[in-house]
Each structure stands twice: as C-alpha cells, then as structure tokens.
C-alpha cells in the first residue's frame, strides 16, 4: 500500500467520468493548449497575407501637389475711397458687368444662378447668386470680398485676389443684384472690409512667375553648383578613393560637400556626421578611427577645392 501511493492512474476511469464530467477537461486540456497554439502559429505565419492591401497604396508626395501661379506683372495697386464706391456710379456698373462676364459668368452662369458652361460636373457646384442659403463667407459685402481675396478652398472658386479692390466692389455691386431687392454698400461695410485688407492703401505687387517657369529658372541660374556636383559625384564614385568607402550616395555627398564649401564651413568632420545619412555619407565613416579619419577630411577638402 505505501508504494501504491506514488502511482499515477493511468488508465481513464470512466465511471469517475461519468459521474463527474469536468474532469473530462483534464484529460483534454493538453490537446486544447496545443490545438490553439497551432491556431497562433498558422495565424502568425499568415499575418502578412491578411494584411496585404488589395488595392496598391498609392501614396501622394505631398511635395509634388502645388497650385500652379499664373504670371502676372507686379505693379502698383491703388487703394479705395469710401467715397469712390459708396454708389452705384455709372463707371462702377460697367466695370462689374465687363469683369463678371469676362471672369465670372463661365461658372456662375449669365443669370448669375451658377450654371454657366464650365460649371458641369463642378463639385461643389459654383454658387447660385439669386439663393440666399449656405453661403460660406457670407452674401454681404465683406463676405464676397473675403471669397475674392482667399477663394473657397477646396473649390473651383479661386482667389481673385489680382482684382483691384476697388473693381472687386464693382463685382459686389453687380453680383449683389442677382439676389433682388436694394443693395447698398455702407460705410460700416467698407470699414469692415478695409480693417481686414487695408483697401485703402495703394500697395506695390510683386511680379509673379509661374513655379514651372521658376523651376526652370533655378536650374539656369544654379547650373555652375549643378555641373560640379555632377562632376564630383563621378569622382566620389571611384573607388580607389579613400572617401568612396564612406559614401553611399555620391549625388547627395557631393551636393551636400559642395554646400559646405559654399558656406565656409570650418568643421568638416562634424558637419558629416551631423547629416549622415541625408548627405549621402555612411556610418562607417563615424567608426573609422581619428587617423583614418582625419585621412579622408583630407581627401575631401582636396577634392572640393576648386
Ligand atoms: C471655375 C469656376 C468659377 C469661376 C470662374 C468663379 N467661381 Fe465663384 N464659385 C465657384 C464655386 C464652385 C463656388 C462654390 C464654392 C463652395 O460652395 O465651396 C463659388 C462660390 C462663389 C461665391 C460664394 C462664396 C460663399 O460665401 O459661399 C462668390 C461670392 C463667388 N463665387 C464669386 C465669384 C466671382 C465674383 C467670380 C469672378 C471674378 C467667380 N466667383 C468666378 C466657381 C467659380
């Protein structure tokens, strides 16, 4: 009897069972444990499947999206009196009509009811002047001023911002008189307009050229810097060059040597391992020990210096 006490029962007793089913779970549970730890390592070894996006990411390169500038010629742009828009002067009605129909009416329509024939598949569709609803900056004069100035964002409405101000109240005038009844622009309205855009003041514009243009531009002006970066990329890319085992990209090594060079900068060393590895070096060049070190800085500054 007291050997029998260290021996295990082997053998499932099914009366015991029987009576007492939860131990049914303890001759189970080992294969419960194994079956989910299977489950977890085929859920595991699928993980990237189920994850993998059907349709391709297609990520925007935010630096890419840009509103192109038209071109226009700086120049002075005269401020506004009250007293030159405070009626509907014969001068002020033509110049409203001739602007909206020439810049205006292709989206908002002839009757100003926002069908004109570019307006088609618009979304938001250009707003309908004779509605009194949802207007975002508003249908008094300072709201229609702001739109001129900032455009809607996100809409078809662009900013008009090259109007002068005083022609930008003669569009206000006449877009104003879609909506019926009287309009009138009152002293507190040019107020109101003129605490957020100074129209009172003649300003000088800058002349603006389109970015395209001015890309173009850039590379004319900078095509020095861009040769020799070209030529010391290829001469950083041979590499019987000590140099060559520091670099990973030679465009951007060059461009960011020829850089320091232009800013006179005094601590090489530090300037490399400030900017690895956006300027094309490696870390390798930080382990390297100060003789080996001190062997390329040499290199380098005989490279760049002329
Ligand atoms: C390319 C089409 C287009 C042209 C051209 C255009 N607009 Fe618009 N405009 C729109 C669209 C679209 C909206 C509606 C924007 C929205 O609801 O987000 C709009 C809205 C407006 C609004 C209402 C803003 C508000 O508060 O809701 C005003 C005012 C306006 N335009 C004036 C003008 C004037 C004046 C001109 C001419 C100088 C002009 N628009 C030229 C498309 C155009």
Known sequence: MEKRKFEFEVEINFKEVFRNPARWFGYVFIYIVLIILALGLIF???????????????????????TELVAKK????????????????????KKGAELY?????????????????????LNPPPRNF?????????????????????????????AYDYIPPKDRIALIYFISKFAGGKFEFTQAD???????????????????????????KIIEDNKDFINKT????????????????VIQNPEKAANFLLKVKQQNITNLSEAIIANIPRNGFSYTFVNYNQEIKSSILTEIKELIKN
């Open 44 to 66: 595991h070894n699928q993980l990237d499947y189920m994850f993998k996006n059907e349709v391709a990411y297609n990520e925007i390169d935010s630096t890419r999206v840009f």
């Open 74 to 93: 700086g120049g002075m742009v005269e401020g506004v009196k009250f007293e030159e828009v405070s009626s509907l002067t014969p001068e002020l009605e």
């Open 101 to 121: 129909k020439s810049t205006c009416a292709s989206c908002h329509g002839e009757d100003g009811k926002g069908k004109g024939v570019a307006s088609a598949g």
């Open 130 to 158: 004779t509605s009194k609803d949802n207007w975002k900056n508003g249908n008094n004069p300072s709201g229609m001023y702001t739109t001129l100035q900032q455009g809607i964002s996100g809409s078809a409405m662009v």
């Open 190 to 216: 040019y107020d109101e307009i003129n605490s957020q855009f100074k129209i009172d003041e003649s300003r000088i514009e800058p002349s603006q050229i389109p970015i395209q243009i001015a890309k173009v």
């Open 230 to 245: 070209i030529e010391l990329s290829k001469t950083l890319s041979n590499d019987k060059l000590l140099t060559n085992k």
